[in-house]
Nanobody
Framework: VQLQASGGGLVQPGGSLRLSCAVS????????IGWFRQAPGKEREGVLC????????YYIDSVKGRFTISRDNAKNTVYLQMNNLKPEDTAVYSC?????????????WGQGTLVTVSS
């Protein structure tokens, strides 16, 4: 199973980005996908997760109302839409898959994509 995150870049505060996580080797139909981030000098933290029923679970409150997760099972791809970005959102974002579908234990991880929010 492989995951590849993409779509990062430099964006001004208040701007938007959409990250993609392409999954190969596993079906998303019954899986959960989580997004995580690691800011410079900080520990990795969970951002949010979509379980197998497409319910969203937020790991941190600071992104509620700004970040949403969606999936295209036909393309085996998950998206993270990030709106109203803030400098504190600057981090390397990565995705992971929980084959059990519950946003509990992540079996495979992808490499990250860097998001920089700066004017």
């Amino acid at each position: 199973v492989q995951l590849q995150a993409s779509g990062g870049g430099l964006v001004q505060p208040g701007g938007s980005l959409r990250l993609s996580c392409a999954v190969s080797g596993a079906s998303l139909d019954s899986s959960a996908i989580g997004w995580f981030r690691q800011a410079p000098g900080k520990e990795r933290e969970g951002v949010l997760c979509a379980n197998r029923n497409d319910d969203t679970m937020y790991y941190i409150d600071s992104v509620k109302g700004r970040f949403t997760i969606s999936r295209d099972n036909a393309k085996n791809t998950v998206y993270l839409q990030m709106n109203n970005l803030k400098p504190e959102d600057t981090a390397v974002y990565s995705c992971a898959v929980d084959l059990g579908g519950l946003c509990e234990v992540y079996d495979y991880w992808g490499q990250g994509t860097l998001v920089t929010v700066s004017s």
